[in-house]
């Protein structure tokens, strides 16, 4: 049984373990009843909806995202609230009085027939447009059934891309939190203890001040693996074009496809699964403002559950629009040259092409090729690595070394100023914090460990794979809660609902029980889940020491020809994002070292940052630090194991 048997019993899961919980909502939808849950939002969504076909008034507010969050005492920072006057938008719509009253099925019926006569004014529009220039009629192809590949994407998309339109700058709110040196935090939490959602001077995210002024968005791309529409819906002015990345259904899993209009001025695209396996795990925002690009990596999900009742991080960048378009150069290989591959394999350039070819021309964005993105935004200042995971089979290593493990191999070696011609890389130790897990073996424990240490896998892959799967178990410390702990938190066992460990996993006579270590929030008993990697390097190229150091002084190498780290150095770097600790997540190599393959199971995404110290890691870490190691008997949280998440 792999670990993916793992994740399809997690999307499961998340519905129905916490349907009988005591939160109001649970989290999200399975993901072979997306539709289902889609249709239900649909109807949660009209009354805000409305708001479109009225524009001088805004759909009303009903209840907070968390009333008990948003409403707790004042938001650092002296953020302003959003441009309605109000504060959160509201996880459900109410319908405005003045609109009078009618049933879901007429309100729906409503809704449809107003998208259809949008639908007829857009292809008279599109029939205008081809008259005037001479296109045939044959370039509308709005739902590409084969997957946007990058090349394809590429191919597919206008032969000369209309230059973004440059918004007129001016200058951003002045109480909005700007973080042009990017920025990690953790959300805030009804659950955690006093003090502790910013009042402490540890400031905290709220998604409405994430996204800030939303009548200030000019474009939105937004992905996440459960979506609760109607709650995400209303953080966005209704008329702002937004692309909705998201999981597949089954009968959409084995082609990339594109919805429009799923709402008012939204478009919803899925990207391609081989065979229809795997999961859409990734979960950003990509905020287009008039003078800037807001990029923010959660852990979260686009649910309510996830900002209100579990604890999760947030890494948040700004990037300044550039005075003027730089020159495209394809040699580059930096942040936003991987933000636009994967925006590409997420099929978001059909998204894209969708909003451009019909109500939206002037979007900031107007296609994911290579360049797009970096041209127009200044990405100087930006020191964090961007880490995707593309599902599929990637082979040879120009590809390999852009999704999975392996491209967090190569931000590794970047941010330790690994010598290219040294492919050991570092020895160290790894701390991994995160919400589900897999089945490990030794040889796959050892694969990721190679690469978080920046260990290229030249070194190894051609070794056999039975003297692979005998190593011994890296230094690598799995840092998740213990049923007791579930049991002892503000939500006790229903709150477990989201996190997830396979008894037939634990009790499994390879399993390595003895890394596991206590996860423990440092905020109080609230469950985490976030997804953080720590990790430090004990040493440091014996090349890189002798460089510094005077002829005279005496330098202890190891067995290895290494140094101890210096201080003032890199000393190791953190990971925040959407991967679990699976193989799943993070792919598992295999072939040679002249031709190495990595298959991904799910798509994901996250940033790596440089540590320059453990205190700056104890500042940052979600968990109490350091990691407590399970006592004899101590079990993990087990759903199996609980009363309140048996099925049937």
């Known amino acids: 049984m792999s670990d993916f048997d793992d994740d399809e019993d997690m999307a499961r899961a998340i519905a129905a373990s916490l349907a009988d919980s005591q939160q109001p909502r649970a989290p999200a939808p399975a993901a072979d009843d997306y539709e289902a849950q889609y249709e239900a939002?649909?109807?949660?969504?009209?009354?805000?909806?409305?708001?479109?076909?009225?524009?001088?008034?805004?759909?009303?507010?009903?209840?907070?995202?968390?009333?008990?969050?948003?409403?707790?005492?004042p938001r650092p920072n002296g953020l302003l609230p959003t441009s309605s006057g109000s504060r959160a938008p509201k996880p459900k719509s109410a319908p405005d009085p003045a609109a009078g009253s009618s049933s879901g099925g007429d309100e729906l019926a409503a809704f449809r027939a107003d998208r259809k006569r949008l639908e007829e004014e857009r292809l008279a529009r599109q029939k205008r447009r081809r008259d005037e220039s001479g296109q045939p009629e044959e370039i509308e192809?709005?739902?590409?059934?084969?997957?946007?590949?990058?090349?394809?994407?590429?191919?597919?998309?206008?032969?000369?891309?209309?230059?973004?339109?440059?918004p007129t700058p001016g200058p951003s709110r002045p109480n909005t939190e700007l973080f042009w040196d990017g920025v990690v935090r953790q959300t805030a939490n009804m659950h955690v203890g006093p003090g502790k959602n910013g009042e402490n001077g540890k400031p905290v995210f709220r998604l409405s001040e994430i996204i800030g002024d939303k009548s200030q968005v000019k474009f939105a791309i937004i992905s996440s693996y459960a979506v609760q529409v109607s709650w995400i819906y209303n953080f966005f002015s209704p008329t702002t074009p937004v692309i909705l990345v998201a999981q597949p259904d089954?009968?959409?899993?084995?082609?990339?496809?594109?919805?429009?209009?799923i709402l008012p001025h939204w478009v919803r695209v899925t990207p391609y699964f081989r065979g229809g396996y795997g999961v859409m795990h990734v979960k950003f925002l990509l905020l287009f403002y008039a003078d800037r690009l807001r990029i923010a990596i959660p852990t979260a999900n686009f649910v309510d559950y996830d900002w209100?009742?579990?604890?999760?991080?947030?890494?948040?960048?700004?990037?300044?629009?550039?005075?003027?378009?730089?020159?495209h150069s394809a040699k580059l290989d930096d942040f936003p040259t991987t933000l636009e591959h994967v925006l590409r394999g997420l099929?978001?350039?059909?998204?894209?092409?969708?909003?451009?070819?019909?109500?939206?021309?002037?979007?900031?964005?107007?296609?994911?090729?290579?360049?797009?993105?970096?041209?127009?935004?200044?990405?100087?200042?930006?020191?964090?690595?961007?880490?995707?995971?593309?599902?599929?089979?990637?082979?040879?290593?120009?590809?390999?070394?852009?999704?999975?493990?392996?491209?967090?191999?190569?931000?590794?070696?970047?941010?330790?100023?690994?010598?290219?011609?040294d492919k050991r890389g570092r020895k160290g130790?790894?701390?991994?914090?995160?919400?589900?897990?897999?089945?490990?073996?030794?040889?796959?424990?050892?694969?990721?460990?190679?690469?978080?240490?920046?260990?290229?896998?030249?070194?190894?892959?051609?070794?056999?794979?039975?003297?692979?799967?005998?190593?011994?178990?890296?230094d690598i410390k799995i840092v998740f809660p213990t049923h007791d702990y579930v049991k002892n938190s503000k939500l006790g066992e229903p709150g477990g609902g989201t996190i997830f460990c396979k008894k037939a996993f634990w009790e499994g006579s390879t399993f390595p029980?003895?890394?596991?270590?206590?996860?423990?929030?440092?905020?109080?008993?609230?469950?985490?889940?976030?997804?953080?990697?720590?990790?430090?390097?004990?040493?440091?190229?014996?090349?890189?020491?002798?460089?510094?150091?005077?002829?005279?002084?005496?330098?202890?190498?190891?067995?290895?020809?290494?140094?101890?780290?210096?201080?003032?150095?890199?000393?190791?770097?953190?990971?925040?994002?959407?991967?679990?600790?699976?193989?799943?997540?993070?792919?598992?190599?295999?072939?040679?070292?002249?031709?190495?393959?990595?298959?991904?199971?799910?798509?994901?995404?996250?940033?790596?940052?440089?540590l320059r110290s453990r205190e700056e890691a104890d500042a940052y870490a979600c968990y109490e630090r350091p990691p407590k190691k399970y006592a004899n008997g101590v079990l993990p949280w087990m759903q199996e194991n609980s009363i309140h998440h048996q099925i049937g």
């Open 41 to 73: 939002d649909l109807q949660a969504a009209l009354a805000a909806s409305q708001a479109v076909a009225e524009p001088h008034r805004s759909p009303s507010p009903a209840t907070s995202v968390a009333s008990s969050i948003e409403d707790s005492p």
């Open 141 to 166: 192809d709005r739902r590409p059934a084969k997957r946007a590949t990058p090349s394809s994407a590429s191919a597919s998309s206008s032969s000369s891309p209309r230059v973004p339109l440059k």
């Open 250 to 261: 089954q009968s959409e899993a084995s082609s990339a496809t594109v919805k429009l209009n």
């Open 308 to 327: 209100m009742h579990i604890e999760n991080t947030v890494f948040v960048q700004d990037v300044p629009l550039r005075a003027s378009p730089i020159a």
């Open 347 to 421: 099929n978001v350039s059909a998204g894209i092409r969708t909003h451009v070819m019909n109500d939206h021309p002037e979007i900031p964005l107007q296609n994911a090729d290579p360049g797009s993105i970096r041209r127009y935004w200044d990405f100087s200042r930006v020191t964090a690595a961007l880490i995707p995971s593309l599902h599929g089979k990637h082979e040879g290593w120009e590809k390999v070394i852009k999704t999975g493990h392996t491209a967090l191999m190569r931000a590794v070696r970047r941010l330790a100023g690994i010598d290219p011609k």
């Open 429 to 474: 130790s790894i701390e991994y914090q995160g919400s589900s897990l897999g089945k490990y073996s030794s040889k796959w424990l050892n694969e990721f460990y190679g690469s978080a240490m920046g260990q290229s896998p030249e070194t190894w892959l051609d070794d056999p794979v039975s003297r692979r799967s005998k190593l011994p178990v890296p």
């Open 513 to 610: 029980r003895q890394i596991f270590y206590e996860s423990r929030s440092t905020r109080g008993p609230v469950l985490l889940h976030s997804k953080m990697a720590i990790a430090f390097f004990s040493d440091i190229p014996s090349s890189a020491s002798n460089a510094d150091d005077s002829d005279d002084e005496l330098i202890v190498l190891d067995s290895d020809g290494r140094a101890p780290a210096k201080a003032g150095q890199a000393e190791g770097w953190m990971y925040v994002g959407s991967h679990n600790f699976t193989p799943s997540a993070w792919g598992t190599l295999s072939g040679s070292a002249f031709t190495p393959i990595i298959n991904v199971t799910n798509y994901e995404l996250g940033v790596v940052l440089p």
